[in-house]
């Protein structure tokens, strides 16, 4: 899910949902709505499965990035498992929350012997999410809790929120991430070692082609829902290969310079 500036006068931004659909033998298919423009997000997976000839019998695994209205699309797609939450949008977090740790001040013996625990459980917190460990991350965040106190009261040199205060809106913010997304966490360590994709990376690749280059980067255009909407069916029908084909022309599929992979959804 991203967002591109709206010329609608009842809103800023236009809430965008893209997607792609990967089978073996490197079968894919990209999809993308606007939110809210009538375009049916539901038929156009079940369109895109069908394209990479999905059957009966045919496994699927959804991912998603913790968005809290995909749930019902994907059932009316006929994707009944419970999506699994995408690992790269969930190392954000703590990658954010290590680079906040690391800006603590440690100027004083306590400051950084509490700097130091900060620093292990954080790096702790990563290794659990990725091992599947949501339960364990709590045990993570209270030690961070139970050593914050010591950076009370602290500034930046520049008159900005003080690093601990930063931190600690990040491990909220992490905490309750967690407390809502915590059924969506698998053991991301075992599918990695199984061959199993984790997360959606090609998924922002196709995302970046789709919108952000185009609508969103760099860019000072402002879109109507239904002309934004219009042209992502275009660029999805043209980096399918299917654009025209209703008129018994079929273009060729643009390049795609991401690795294919033998998952499903």
């Known amino acids: 899910m991203i967002f591109i500036r709206s010329c609608e006068n009842d809103e800023r931004h236009l809430e965008v949902r893209i997607g792609n659909v990967e089978a ?3 079968r894919r ?3 993308g709505a606007v939110a809210k423009a009538g375009t049916d997000l539901g038929a156009l997976i079940r369109r895109s499965l069908d394209a990479v000839e999905r059957t009966e019998g045919t496994t699927l695994t959804a991912f998603a990035d913790g968005c809290p209205g995909l749930r019902p699309i994907l059932l009316d797609a006929g994707i009944v498992g419970l999506p ?12 954010h929350l290590t680079q906040t740790a690391g800006s603590l001040s440690a100027d004083d013996p306590e400051r ?3 700097k130091a625990v900060i620093v292990k459980e954080v790096d702790r917190l990563r290794w ?3 091992n599947g460990k949501a339960k364990n991350a709590q045990i993570s965040i209270d030690r961070i809790r139970a050593v914050m106190h010591h950076f009370r009261g602290g500034r930046d040199g520049r008159r900005s929120p003080a690093p601990s205060r930063k931190l600690w809106t990040a491990l909220r913010a992490l905490n309750d991430y967690l407390t809502g ?20 990376a090609l998924t922002e690749g196709t995302a970046n082609f789709l919108v952000n280059r ?3 980067k760099s860019q000072q255009m402002r879109w109507s829902r239904r002309g934004a909407d219009l042209l992502l069916q275009v660029r999805c029908a043209v980096h399918n290969g299917t654009f025209g084909s209703d008129f018994g022309q079929r273009s060729h599929a643009i390049n795609d310079p991401y690795p294919q992979a033998a ?3």
Request: charge should be positive; avoid cysteine; hydrophobic fraction near 45%.
């Open 24 to 26: 073996g033998a490197g």
């Open 263 to 265: 998952t499903a959804a």
């Open 214 to 216: 185009r609508m969103n």
């Open 112 to 114: 950084a012997a509490a």
């Open 84 to 95: 699994i939450l995408d690992w790269f949008h969930l190392a954000m977090r703590p990658q």
């Open 181 to 200: 997304q915590s059924g969506r966490l698998v053991n991301y360590a075992e599918r990695h070692r199984a061959g199993s994709r984790v997360g959606t």
């Open 29 to 31: 298919q990209v999809f």
């Open 128 to 130: 659990r999410l990725w």
